[in-house]
């Protein structure tokens, strides 16, 4: 009987889609690598949540057909290797855009009503702290938007209602279909970096892009600047972030995501307030959570099934 190994846990509802399946599934505590690699000798689906899923995890799973993600990133699975074995990965798609737009908003206002330290302030007994004017506006203000793909374009239409003029830097979307979106295209991320008042990244991690937030792109900023990470840590240079928050050279800045997660305490972002964090939960609503487990289990079953019209499959870029 087809088996499928869920690794790491998942929603009810998404409990539910295996046991209407109809197919054999083993659930794997995160991180249990003896019993995952014992369960994969005879799987030919994964459901798999965000935990790394490498060379050594693969070469133990001889019948493994699909790779299904909660998600959209695959930089957890060593795709080389997974490409090598003929293994597909399906991802969720759409599932989650709007949810991580709305924890990039969040993060957007956070950071520039610095919210956490007023808060923080208030608690303290110290009213006073309302005098130091430490708060901007998103009105009028111009928004960058680094990719223009799902969460991008969402991002994009939030920003639009809060009366933001919005520019995407995306090479690999063609300019007309960017500015028939009513966004502003913008061809050289240096340029488009110089005039933003607040930066969003919407693009995926691994060689192409990580590091491609670095300390030159970030001495470009506006003093008055704000960047959120809700993508990947590993896309800018947190050394150089903190340092030019710190120094007042940008004016704050909001992430969900960490070069290395779970997040360790000698992290440079940590030791600043004026930064506000989230431990990657941008997609980990309560109906997120559902949308998400349902699909991928959805996504595993239709494709051992030979359903495949319904299931996108990560390309390779
Ligand atoms: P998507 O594939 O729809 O869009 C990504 C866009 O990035 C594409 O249009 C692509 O052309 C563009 N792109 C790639 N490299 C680029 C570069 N160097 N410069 C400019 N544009 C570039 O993906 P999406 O659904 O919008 O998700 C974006 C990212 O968000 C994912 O890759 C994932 O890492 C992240 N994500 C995070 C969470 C979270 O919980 N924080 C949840 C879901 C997704």
Redesign the pocket.
């Known amino acids: 009987m087809t088996k499928i190994v869920v690794y790491g846990a998942l929603d009810a509802k998404g409990y539910e889609a295996l046991e209407d399946s109809k197919l054999k599934y083993v659930c794997v505590p995160a991180f249990d690598l003896e019993l995952l690699h014992r369960e994969l000798g005879d799987a030919e689906g994964v459901v798999l949540r965000y935990h790394p899923f490498l060379k050594e995890t693969l070469l133990k799973a001889p019948h493994l057909n699909i790779i299904s993600r909660v998600?959209?990133?695959c930089d957890n699975i060593d795709m080389a290797t997974a490409r090598q074995q003929g293994i597909d990965v399906a991802i969720t798609g759409d599932v989650?855009?709007r949810a991580?737009a709305e924890q990039t908003l969040t993060l957007m206002l956070a950071a520039a009503k610095q919210i956490i330290r007023y808060d923080d302030a208030i608690r303290e007994g110290n009213w006073q702290l309302r005098e130091s004017i430490d708060a901007i506006e998103l009105d009028g203000k111009s928004m960058l938007l680094?990719?223009?793909?799902?969460?991008?374009r969402r991002t994009g239409e939030l920003c639009k209602a809060f009366g933001m003029k919005v520019h995407a830097?995306?090479?690999?979307?063609d300019s007309d279909e960017i500015e028939s979106a009513g966004v502003v295209s913008v061809n050289a991320l240096n340029e488009g970096i110089a005039i933003a008042d607040f930066i969003s990244l919407?693009?995926?991690?691994g060689k192409?892009?990580d590091g491609?937030i670095n300390k030159e792109l970030i001495s470009l900023m506006k003093p008055q600047a704000v960047i959120v990470n809700?993508?990947?840590g590993t896309l800018f240079d947190e050394n150089a972030l903190s340092d030019a928050v710190r120094e007042g050279r940008i004016f704050s800045a909001g992430t969900?995501?960490f070069s290395k997660e779970p997040v360790s305490k000698d992290n440079p972002l940590l030791g600043n307030k004026r930064i506000v964090l989230s431990p990657?939960?941008?997609?980990m609503t309560k109906e997120c959570m559902s949308r998400l487990c349902v699909k991928a289990v959805n996504n595993a079953v239709e494709y051992l099934v030979g359903d495949k019209d319904n299931v996108l499959l990560f390309e390779d870029?």
């Open positions: 998600g959209v990133g989650s855009s991580v680094i990719g223009f793909g799902r969460i991008g830097y995306d090479p690999f979307v919407h693009i995926p991690g192409n892009n491609i809700t993508s990947r969900d995501v990657h939960n941008s997609a870029s």
